[in-house]
């Protein structure tokens, strides 16, 4: 005797498993807010307190992109959005979620963002990262690689780790 297969059963597995896709999609883009501190240090082992208060905005076919705000020896600075870098296609964005990217743009001064223009706040003190990656769910830092730009000197490299010569 053969089994006839229940075609209301299997619906509603589909609709369950579709259901839950859509959910995990709905949160997955759910942007995370984190507060996380870390030790930097420059070239000359100098160290310095770099205090996050970020956002971490993910997609399934971007980078994720890192906004909010930083402060790093006593001078605060906030994202600038006009300035984040943007893949040159669909699939340059794909090809940098998968290999792991991660988008910050540049920080600058939080006084100086308002009413400037994009040019004016390469000129300006501010912070890019250009490299970062997170241990867990983004609960802390492994490793950081940040460009401190300033206008009256030469621009600082800040990393988690001391560097050895």
Not at 14 to 24: K, S
């Amino acid at each position: 005797m053969k089994k006839v297969a229940n075609p209301g059963l299997r619906r509603r597995v589909i609709g369950v498993v579709l259901a839950g896709l859509l959910l995990f999609g709905i949160w997955y883009h759910i942007p995370l807010h984190r507060v996380l501190e870390v030790t930097v240090y420059d070239s000359t082992g100098t160290s310095a307190i770099l205090q996050m208060d970020i956002t971490l905005h993910r997609s399934f076919f971007r980078e994720t992109v890192v906004r909010g705000a930083m402060e790093l020896d006593g001078v605060s600075y906030v994202s600038a959005p006009r300035m984040e870098p943007k893949p040159n296609s669909f699939l340059d964005g794909l090809r940098y979620k998968w290999i792991g990217y991660i988008s910050s743009g540049h920080f600058v001064e939080a006084e100086r963002l308002a009413g400037r223009g994009d040019y004016i706040y390469m000129m300006e003190d501010s912070l890019q990262i250009f490299s970062i990656s997170f241990r867990g769910f983004y609960d802390s830092i492994e490793g950081l690689f940040l460009i401190r730009h300033r206008p009256d000197a030469p621009n600082v490299v800040y990393t988690a780790d001391p560097l050895t010569y």
